[in-house]
Every structure is written in C-alpha cells, then in structure tokens.
C-alpha cells in the first residue's frame, strides 16, 4: 500500500508529454503575470501615488520658534513619524510619484524644547525619475 494519497501519486510518475505541457504552461502564466509588474508595457496604466502629510506652504510660514505642540499640531496636522525614543521631534514627510516614474518629496523636521517649538528643519530633495 502507497503512504501517499491517490491526489500526490502523479508525482512520482514519469512525466507524459501533457503533464509535462500543463507545468510549462502554468510556469509561463505565473512567470508573465510577475513580469508585467516588473516591465514597462505601454498600455498599463500606473496611478500616482501620493503618500505623507502635505504640508500647506502658508500654515507653514505661520509656525514660529516658540509655538506650543498644540499649536503646531493644529497648523500642520499629526506627524507622519513621531520617534519613541525622542519625543521632542515631529517629522512631516511627503512624496509623490507620477505613474511615468517621476519622484518627488521633502521632509519637514520640527524639533521642541519641552512643550516649545525650538527649531524647524525642512528638506527638499531632488527630482528623480525611475525606468520601468
């Protein structure tokens, strides 16, 4: 009597030439669908991605050194990263990438002095563009 089930004993058969077509076939279809996520097909639609807080250039002329938490959160909304180890700096991050490749972000780092804000850092980097 065979230990294993009627379902697995196929694979322990020589290959015939149709089992043999079905693996190549369903390896095919798997390796082309994990390609077109990889690879630059023209007619797949990429959508932009927009992610982090976006930070409204006139609330942000309105934040002085000095402001209270309370008052910062209320201008500028939650932080994206608020560190557990260093609660006295609030980062604002932003990106946004086109669906063509083209990536853009800025980071905003506000540093407080116990409830006080003591100094605003902000970060723009450069343009990149990606090649699918």
Known sequence: MNAY???????????SAFKLFIAASFTLIVS?????S???????????????NIVDG???????VGMNRRQVKYLLGTPML????????????YSFETGKGRLDRELLTL???GDQLSKIEKKDYDTT???F
């Open 5 to 15: 089930p009627i379902a697995y004993q196929w694979l322990f058969f020589p290959m």
């Open 32 to 36: 082309l669908q994990t390609a077109c």
């Open 38 to 52: 990889t690879s630059h097909f023209p007619w797949v639609y990429r959508i932009d991605v927009e992610q982090g």
């Open 58 to 64: 006139d609330k942000l002329k309105q934040v002085t």
């Open 82 to 93: 608020q560190d557990t180890f260093n609660q006295d700096r609030w980062d604002y991050f």
């Open 111 to 113: 540093y407080f002095s």
């Open 129 to 131: 563009t990606r090649d």
